[in-house]
């Protein structure tokens, strides 16, 4: 069940199962968190830059923001040694079952050596949780960074799943058969966009906010076929502040790096409403407000 263009399609999304909204978000504490190396472009020049002070106030304030709207935060400490396991969507894929309402997550791949020995201390929060832990087939040599990539439509049993820097799309398959769901697929074609979660934010189950220069014409149509609203970032805005990499929680608020100011205005004619966050220590390791929440069931 994997799609690649609009032509391969053959289902609409009232079709697909319907699913609860997530009411709950892990949060990865900044303690150990820095920029250490450089694994994608973002990171070059701010190796050992990182104010520690401001990032602990930064990621204070972004828990506020998810608890003042009802949003249940639930902490993972981070772990010496590992200064990028704040950016803590990409370790897992949550996912809810709607046939059994069973949740559970499938464990990362993490592409870069330096992440990877992150994916174990999420595996044991998740079991502590009593959540399903489940792992890529050990045949499959593939990458996959979880919701890095792989992005829930919202309350619909569909997923998005971008490749080209950090998953193959060859993980996409072998997700499709575990979790018996429809993938529509996006191809990533520009390093500074190197994860689908720093062009594309599902805001509510008819309407998306994307830096549309990243996707082909195959992918841009798979957009317009599943969205009714599809929200534009400029360019600087989504390159330099990580516009897309904004996270609508509730249907309505919008969290976003503050200084977006056309793709603020965008959001508000489209009827929704921006929460500015400054997250500005952590775009220099190339993560934003998406990139360190991981919303569950």
């Known amino acids: 069940m994997l799609y690649h263009a609009p032509s391969e399609v053959d289902f609409q999304l009232d079709d697909c199962a319907r699913v609860p909204v997530p009411t709950r978000v892990v949060l990865t504490t900044p303690t150990y968190f820095d920029v250490a190396y450089v694994i994608n472009p973002h990171m070059a020049h701010h190796v050992g830059t990182v104010d520690h002070d ?35 969507a990409n370790q897992t894929l949550p996912f809810y079952r709607p046939t059994t309402a069973s949740r559970g997550v499938v464990l990362s791949r993490m592409h870069a050596p330096e992440r990877q020995a992150e994916v174990p201390h999420f595996a044991r929060f998740f079991e502590q949780l009593g959540y399903e832990v489940h792992r890529l087939p050990e045949s499959l040599d593939t990458d996959f960074e979880g919701m890095g990539d792989a992005i829930w439509h919202p309350e619909h049993h569909l997923l998005w799943g971008g490749y080209g820097f950090r998953t193959e799309r060859e993980a996409y398959a072998a997700i499709s058969e575990m979790l018996d769901v429809p993938v529509l697929t996006l191809r990533l074609d520009d390093p500074d966009f190197y994860h689908l979660d720093t062009c594309f934010s599902v805001l509510d189950a008819r309407s998306v906010l994307i830096y549309p220069d990243v996707f082909d014409a195959k992918g841009r149509a798979l957009i317009d076929r599943f969205f009714d609203t599809v929200i534009e970032a400029p360019d600087d805005e989504a390159r330099r502040l990580f516009a897309c990499n904004a996270h609508c929680p509730d249907g309505e608020h919008v969290l976003i790096q503050e200084g977006c100011t056309v793709t603020n205005e965008r959001l508000r004619s489209a009827g929704f409403t921006p929460v500015e966050l400054d997250t500005s220590e952590f775009l220099k390791s190339g993560g934003s407000v998406f990139c360190m929440k991981l919303m569950i069931w």
């Open 54 to 88: 401001t990032a602990r106030r930064q990621w204070e304030a972004l828990r506020e923001a998810y608890a003042s709207r009802g949003v249940y935060p639930e902490i993972l400490e981070g772990v010496e040694g590992l200064p990028d396991m704040v950016f803590c």
